[in-house]
T-cell receptor, first 117, second 115 residues
Framework: ETGVTQTPRHLVMGMTNKKSLKCEQH?????MYWYKQSAKKPLELMFVYNFKEQTENNSVPSRFSPECPNSSHLFLHLHTLQPEDSALYLC????????????????FGPGTRLTVL | DQQVKQNSPSLSVQEGRISILNCDYTNSMFDYFLWYKKYPAEGPTFLISISSIKDKNEDGRFTVFLNKSAKHLSLHIVPSQPGDSAVYFCAASAWYGGATNKLIFGTGTLLAVQP
């Protein structure tokens, strides 16, 4: 496997279900991200993990719970979601630049299309 | 309030002609800008970027222009090819040489290149 992979690619869940989205990066990067893309809205940054530590929580409801067990894996645990949470969830990774270093772009996975019934 | 705006949801261009995609931003602290391209059922892929210390960056058929005073950037594709048909996202970062890796995205422009 190369790049950034995400599983599952599609997920349908009820509001009372608990599910998890998985992301794995094979690029040796040290930063990972969760984004949400709803119809006709910009990609919204949800969480940032730098060196396995969460450095950004963009006012995300607690029904979304991220987990980063190591620098290659990122999970998004879902529970008691609402229909408005239906969206494409994208994972990305990048090599965090040190101060004064070059900017390193983010590489995205294919996304998980989530439908909440 | 959207800090990065792509006001054209779609653009249609003939093959071989120039495609110009536009992006405006409101935050004067942004110092790094990127364009991503997205095909259906795939994640966005990085296309080209520009630092605020430059006003132009070119990579093959793709050129990005930055007008800091107008807080505007554009992506030019010359010549356009049918394989360029995709959604193009503009993104910006207040990078400060590594202080943050947070990207703010626009809503995207769907480019259709007609054969």
């Amino acid at each position: 496997e190369t790049g950034v992979t995400q599983t599952p690619r599609h997920l349908v869940m009820g509001m009372t279900n608990k599910k998890s989205l998985k992301c794995e990066q094979h690029l040796g990067h040290n930063a990972m991200y969760w984004y949400k893309q709803s119809a006709k809205k910009p990609l919204e940054l949800m969480f940032v993990y730098n060196f396995k530590e969460q450095t950004e929580n963009n006012s995300v409801p607690s029904r979304f719970s991220p987990e980063c067990p190591n620098s290659s894996h990122l999970f998004l645990h879902l529970h008691t979601l609402q229909p408005e949470d239906s969206a494409l969830y994208l994972c990305a990774s990048s090599q965090l630049s040190l101060a004064g270093g070059s900017y390193n772009e983010q590489f995205f996975g294919p996304g998980t299309r989530l439908t909440v019934l | 309030d959207q800090q990065v705006k792509q006001n054209s949801p779609s653009l249609s261009v003939q093959e071989g002609r120039i495609s110009i995609l536009n992006c405006d931003y409101t935050n004067s602290m942004f110092d790094y800008f990127l364009w991503y391209k997205k095909y259906p059922a795939e994640g966005p892929t990085f296309l080209i970027s520009i630092s605020s210390i430059k006003d132009k960056n070119e990579d093959g058929r793709f050129t990005v222009f930055l007008n800091k005073s107008a807080k505007h950037l554009s992506l030019h594709i010359v010549p356009s090819q049918p394989g360029d048909s995709a959604v193009y996202f503009c993104a910006a970062s207040a990078w400060y040489g590594g202080a943050t890796n947070k990207l703010i995205f626009g809503t995207g422009t769907l480019l259709a290149v007609q054969p």
